[in-house]
């Protein structure tokens, strides 16, 4: 099977507008990082900050001047920034839409980590089949159904322990030229050494790799953590990373049902180490980019606030303020 870190998109494409979030890369990408950065200390007021501050900040992960400058571009041409231009100094903040997106998606990533709600023992089941010369609406819908949880257990067939989400509905919904049948009902084993389990669409081995991996790389950063020895620019790198890794975790692992699991799976503590890095270094992160951003404006920035596993959890509601029209109501 093809692995989930093919998947062009983490946070899904939305069709009533043109926004298009970064592709998913191996590493972290300059446009990835500068949505993570913006995400993480300006989701809830859609901050605008001095592009030569989100070049500063991004030069602190290795970026280069000019890799900064590309990303942001770029970044507001897929509809993922505004910009704004006050004298010589031009400003950008997440979008409207970016907003929406990315709240909605660092819900999931943490509802469908978290979740413990007990399974009926049915799998939604999606048959697929398109004609050959729409390829490219063949790998979009794959894309949707591998973030909306669904895995292929043969081709044209892919299947969910979830019941169908009104996400799920709306994206097959827009396929008009191809067939599309969903049912859902019970597994019926047979005695056949060859006949395939439904939970072998996801490679379990691999997962549990990439949780220990999780683990073994956040586990002995935690100690330092709660003794507040890491600050400045390492806290704001260290929260970035985190999060651009925790992140694909609910692809891998879409709430797979625990019974069909080994022992002692890792998903939990996987969520609980995250959520402890995330939120240890929430405010040494928030004072460093308080910092940088103070030596490319003469205002203060009181729209700067890290974003933690609470607010992402609870959602955010975007009001009207200083810095221009948002959200007039909750996004997620």
Not at 5 to 15: L, N, Q
Not at 204 to 218: D, K, N
Not at 246 to 258: A, K
């Amino acid at each position: 099977m093809a692995s989930p870190f093919d998947i062009d998109e983490i946070y899904p494409d939305d069709g009533d507008h043109p926004l298009r979030l970064p592709r998913r890369q191996v590493g972290n990408s300059p446009q990835g990082v500068a949505v993570t950065l913006l995400a993480d200390y300006t989701l809830r007021t859609r901050a605008a900050l001095p592009s030569a501050a989100i070049v500063a900040l991004l030069a602190e992960t290795g970026v280069t001047t000019a890799g900064a400058r590309t990303a942001i571009s770029r970044l507001a041409r897929r509809g993922v920034l505004e910009g704004s231009r006050l004298g010589r100094r031009s400003s950008y903040r997440l979008s409207r839409a970016a907003a929406a997106n990315l709240s909605a998606g660092g819900h999931w990533i943490l509802a469908s980590t978290s979740s413990t709600v007990p399974w009926d023992g049915c799998w939604t089941v999606v048959a697929f089949s398109l004609p050959q010369q729409l390829s490219t609406q063949r790998r979009a819908l794959r894309a949707q159904l591998r973030w909306l949880g669904y895995a292929p257990l043969y081709d044209g067939l892919w299947i969910s322990p979830d019941d169908l989400t009104p996400a799920a509905r709306a994206q097959l919904d827009q396929l008009t030229l191809g067939a599309v049948t969903v049912f859902r009902g019970r597994q019926t084993a047979l005695e056949s050494a060859i006949h395939r389990a439904p939970i072998e669409a996801w490679d379990i081995e691999a997962i549990t790799r990439s949780y220990r991996a999780f683990l073994q790389r956040w586990t002995p950063v935690l100690p330092r953590v709660a003794a507040g020895e890491i600050d400045g620019a390492a806290a704001v790198r260290a929260r970035t990373e985190v999060m651009d890794t925790f992140r694909r975790f609910p692809v891998l692992d879409p709430q797979l049902p625990v019974e069909l699991l080994p022992k002692k799976w890792l998903r939990r503590p996987a969520r609980e180490l995250f959520g402890a890095v995330y939120d240890g270094l929430a405010a040494p992160a928030e004072r460093h980019v308080r910092a940088v951003v103070t030596r490319f404006t003469d205002d203060e920035q009181p729209g700067i606030e890290a974003h933690t596993t609470a607010d992402i959890l609870a959602g955010v509601r975007l009001d009207e303020g200083p810095a221009g029209p948002a959200h007039g109501g909750a996004v997620c």
